[in-house]
C-alpha cells in the first residue's frame, strides 16, 4: 500500500537509514500525493523538536517521552506493543541502539492517519480525492511546504486548500482565515481566492487575514508585489508595493455613515505597523506572539478566542468598545485577562473553556 511504503521511508529518513534510491522514491510520492505533504513537514518538524529535546536523555527516557506526548495527544499505546508492532523491520540492532528510530515510526503510524485525514472528519462531503486541505483548530498554528517549495505559516481556526496538480500547471489555492506566505518564484502565477479577493503574485511574502466572521480582509506585503482583485469590484485592480496593506470592509458600516449606491466595500491603503523591536504587527502571529494596537476589545476578544481555543462574551457592549494594546507571548489566557484587567476595569469568570466578561 503506498500510505505503508510512505511512513516506513519517512521513517528511514528521520533515523538517517535511507538510501539515495529510497529517498528519491519518497520524494516521487510526495510528488504524487501533495496531500501527504502536510502530515510529513508535521512529523519532520516535531521530530526534529523532540530530538533536540532528548540530547540529555538515554534512549528509554525518550522512548517513554514519546509514549506520554502520544497519550497527551488521544493514541494510548501499550509500552510492550509499542516496542515489537512499531519495530520496523530492518532494525536488527540492541534494544537501547533501534528504539529512537522506532520511536520515529512509532509517531508517524500513530499521528499519520489523524494528520492525513483530519480535514475529512471536519467535512467529508465537500472534500474530494483530488482535493488537498489543511486546517488549523483554534489554539494552534502550523507551518507546511507546499509541492511547489512554498513556505505557508496557518494562522488559528483557518483553512486552506488546493488541487492536487498544484504546481504543475498552475498554483492556486483558497484561504479561509489567516497566513502568511513564503512563494518560491516560478513563471506560473500563484493565486489566492478568500471570499472577498484574489491575489496573485510570482515570488514574495506576505500576510492576508481573511476570516468569514470578520468584517474586514487584510492583505500585508512585505516583499515583493502582489496583484488584487476585489470580488466585488472586478473591474479595478490594486498594486501593492513593500510594507503596505490593503484593507477591504466587507460591508459598509453605517454606524460610519459610510453610504454609497452600489454598496461597494471600503478600500483603505496603509502602511504596515512597525514595532519597537523593528518587527512587524500583522505578522507577529508567525513567531508566536499575540500583538494589538488600539484594537475594541470586541476585536481582541475574537483573537483570544482562537489563540486560545476559549469563547469569550461581553456582557456590557461599553466594555467591548474599550480600546487596548499590549503583547502576549508565554501568557495564559488567565494570565492574559489580569494583564489586561490593570489598565480596564473589568471582572471575568471562567467555566471550562468560556469566558464570561462583565464590569
Aim: glycine fraction near 4%.
Amino acid at each position: 500500500m503506498p500510505q505503508t511504503i510512505f511512513w516506513n521511508l519517512l521513517a528511514k529518513k528521520l533515523a538517517a537509514e535511507a538510501t539515495a534510491e529510497e529517498l528519491k522514491e519518497l520524494a516521487e510520492l510526495m510528488r504524487q500525493h501533495p496531500d501527504w505533504l502536510y502530515a510529513a513537514q508535521y512529523i519532520q518538524d516535531l521530530w526534529n523538536i523532540q530530538k533536540q529535546d532528548d540530547k540529555s536523555t538515554s534512549a528509554e527516557e525518550a522512548f517513554q517521552k514519546h509514549l506520554s506526548f502520544l497519550k497527551e495527544n488521544g493514541v494510548e499505546l501499550n509500552p510492550l506493543e509499542a516496542e515489537t508492532v512499531f519495530l520496523h523491520p530492518y532494525v536488527k540492532k540492541k534494544r537501547k541502539k533501534w528504539l529512537i528510530p522506532a520511536v520515529a515510526l512509532l509517531i508517524i503510524i500513530s499521528l499519520s492517519t489523524f494528520l492525513l485525514f483530519r480535514s475529512s472528519e471536519v467535512n467529508p462531503t465537500s472534500v474530494s480525492q483530488h482535493i488537498s486541505e489543511v486546517t488549523t483548530k483554534a489554539g494552534s498554528r502550523s507551518k507546511l511546504v507546499l509541492p511547489d517549495s512554498s513556505i505557508v505559516w496557518l494562522n488559528a481556526g483557518s483553512k486552506l486548500t488546493y488541487n492536487s496538480e498544484f504546481g504543475l500547471k498552475k498554483r492556486e489555492i483558497n484561504l479561509n482565515g489567516e497566513a502568511y506566505f513564503d512563494v518560491k518564484r516560478s513563471k506560473i502565477p500563484f493565486i489566492i481566492k478568500t471570499d472577498a479577493i484574489q491575489i496573485k503574485v510570482l515570488g514574495t511574502a506576505f500576510n492576508i487575514k481573511s476570516y468569514s466572521d470578520e468584517k474586514t480582509t487584510e492583505t500585508s506585503l512585505v516583499r515583493g508585489e502582489v496583484e488584487i482583485t476585489v470580488n466585488k469590484r472586478p473591474g479595478e485592480k490594486f498594486i501593492l508595493k513593500p510594507n503596505e496593506k490593503l484593507v477591504i470592509a466587507h460591508d459598509i458600516n453605517e454606524t460610519r455613515k459610510i453610504v454609497t449606491e452600489q454598496k461597494a466595500p471600503l478600500i483603505v491603503l496603509s502602511k504596515l505597523t512597525q514595532l519597537e523591536d523593528n518587527s512587524i504587527l500583522e505578522t507577529s502571529w508567525v513567531n508566536n506572539k499575540l500583538v494589538f494596537r488600539d484594537e475594541s476589545f470586541e476585536d481582541l476578544a475574537k483573537k483570544m478566542e482562537r489563540w486560545y481555543n476559549v469563547k469569550v462574551e461581553i456582557k456590557d457592549p461599553e466594555i467591548g468598545q474599550i480600546r487596548l494594546g499590549g503583547t502576549f507571548e508565554n501568557e495564559t489566557v488567565v494570565q492574559a485577562l489580569e494583564a489586561l484587567q490593570i489598565t480596564t476595569g473589568f471582572h471575568f469568570e471562567i467555566n471550562s473553556n468560556q469566558i464570561t466578561i462583565t464590569k
